[in-house]
């Protein structure tokens, strides 16, 4: 079965511009989870997404976005980069949403550089 | 929201050493997760703990839950190379957002 892929793998950007990012769950995945992690934050939430619903949000400004597709494909969007969101964003699927803890399989991350 | 403190942040070791992070937390929590992430890769799900007390034993890596639920541990025997990455704790804030520890990375020494 094949994992969680993300495109791109690798981005340079820079101030002002937006950017969109890509991941693919796994087969049968149906909840798509987003992290931003850098070195001085560490690993954060951004948002998660099951059945093509926000379900979950972090504690991130509004020019991060993303959305679900029905085929559960996930995209999360930045507007107007900043510095500071330079950083690995990792995406994570799981088989569904519960209350309860699903295990999630993370992608390899998009590398994101912002000049 | 939740919080979980992690420590050590570093931890470098002689193979063959033993090696143990800690995650606490002010509040009772319902369960807590463990993951490995590699140098250049993406965190990888190790375990689940889920009631007080619990003890789980992967190999060489033996994970408990506190008797109050508010800390956790992961111990590694005589660590490997192959051990190398930094280890994150993470707990559940509902649904599947995860608020994961700051992480304790681990360097093994030949």
């Known amino acids: 079965k094949a994992g969680v892929t993300q495109t791109p793998r690798y981005l340079i950007k820079t101030r002002g511009q937006q950017v969109t990012l890509s991941c693919s769950p796994i087969?049968?995945?149906?909840?798509v989870s987003w992290y931003q992690q850098t070195p001085g934050q560490g690993l954060q939430f951004l948002f998660e997404?099951?059945?093509?619903?926000?379900?979950n949000k972090g504690n991130f400004p509004g020019r991060f976005s993303g959305r679900q597709f029905s085929n559960s494909r996930s995209e999360m969007n930045v507007s107007t980069l900043e510095l500071g969101d330079s950083a690995l964003y990792l995406c994570a699927s799981s088989l569904s949403w519960t209350s309860s803890y699903n295990e999630q399989f993370f992608g390899p991350g998009t590398r994101l550089t912002v000049l | 929201g939740q919080q979980v403190m992690q420590i050590p942040q570093y931890q470098h070791v002689q193979e063959g050493e033993d090696f143990t992070t800690y995650c606490n937390s002010s509040?009772?929590?319902?369960?807590i997760q463990w993951y490995k992430q590699r140098p250049g890769g993406h965190p990888v799900f190790l375990i689940q703990l889920v009631k007080s007390g619990e003890v789980k034993k992967q190999k060489r890596l033996t994970f408990q839950f506190g008797e109050a639920k508010k800390n956790s541990s992961l111990h590694i025997t005589a660590t490997q190379t192959t051990d190398v990455g930094t280890y994150f704790c993470?707990?559940?804030?509902?649904?599947?957002?995860?608020?994961f520890g700051t992480g304790t990375q681990l360097k093994v020494e030949l």
């Open positions: 993470s707990i559940t804030g509902g649904g599947n957002k995860l608020t």
């Open positions: 997404y099951f059945s093509e619903t926000q379900r």
């Open positions: 509040t009772t929590l319902s369960n």
């Open positions: 087969s049968g995945h149906r909840s």
